[in-house]
């Protein structure tokens, strides 16, 4: 049976469709499609919590001009929406994300397959971007790389594909695991390990030389003495999922658990920081 999917389709004032995707994000929604009025988000039938989704909305100012309808979403009806919407691109004219079903002419030094379904991080939303641009200048050749809430896998395909020695991703989410399996297959990565979990879940004597983490504001403050545990002295530090004006509160977090500030990137209103231990 296939399984099903609840779409909430979120009508916002302009301006506030990014902060509450992220705000929506951290609470279990797989993906999301921008539209002119506002969203649409995603979540498993079986995960699905009106209560949650009205505390959440109320939590922004201007939540009365904020209204949803909801409908369900059959899985095979989900894959026609998301070839439909999903276009292909290019991240610093280095490198192009496309689905399996893209055929595109022009090469790049590197080229991502992701076939997204359900998981976040297609590399349209700003984060993504984000983070693909700075992994496009950090080196990770070599290197040992913790991918943390990995959503597709894009981040961990792109370590592989910068050199990196051997990658372990996770995801507490068992829609995005499988739909990570799915990327890294795609992308012949075999130096990847991935599993469904937390960073509490990670080995805690292990230790990496770069930690990714696109997640949320909240899950990155509430976790950061925990990647302070695992990032080595002279390792890398790279996070993203939060919102411009929250950007000094993450580094003042990271800076507690003795990471220096190396610099940032914003897009539309969005922000990706380096630091290192």
């Not at 002279?234 to 003042?252: E, N, T, W």
Request: hydrophobic share 40%.
């Amino acid at each position: 049976m296939a399984k099903k999917y609840i779409t909430v389709a979120i009508t916002c004032p302009a301006g506030s469709s990014d902060i509450l995707i992220a705000a929506l994000s951290g609470e279990g929604y797989d993906s999301f499609w921008e539209n002119d009025e506002g969203f649409e988000a995603y979540m498993a039938e079986d995960q699905f919590d009106e209560n949650i989704l009205k505390r959440t909305i109320s939590q922004y100012k201007g939540e009365a001009e904020v209204s949803y309808t909801l409908q369900k979403l059959e899985e095979k009806n989900w894959n026609v929406e998301w070839e439909t919407h999903f276009e292909p691109i290019v991240v610093e004219d280095a490198c192009l994300v496309r689905a399996d079903f893209h055929q595109i002419d022009k090469t790049y030094p590197y080229e991502i397959i992701i076939n997204p379904k359900m998981s976040f991080g297609t590399g349209h939303h700003a984060t993504t971007y984000l983070m693909l641009q700075w992994q496009l200048e950090i080196d990770q050749q070599d290197k040992r790389v913790l991918d943390a809430g990995c959503g597709t896998g894009i981040l961990s395909v792109m370590a592989a594909k910068r050199g990196a020695d051997s990658i372990l991703a996770f995801d507490n989410n068992e829609w995005s695991i499988d739909n990570s399996r799915e990327n890294f297959e795609l992308n012949q990565c075999t130096n990847i390990v991935f599993f469904l979990g937390t960073i509490s879940d990670v080995e805690s004597t292990a230790t990496f030389d770069i930690m990714l983490a696109n997640i949320n504001r909240n899950v990155l403050l509430e976790e950061m003495h925990l990647y302070a545990n695992h990032v080595k002295k002279g390792g890398l530090l790279l996070l993203s999922g939060f919102y411009k004006h929250d950007a000094a509160l993450i580094r003042q977090e990271a800076e507690k658990q003795h990471f220096m500030f190396e610099g940032k990137k914003e897009r539309d209103d969005w922000v990706a920081m380096l630091f290192h231990k």
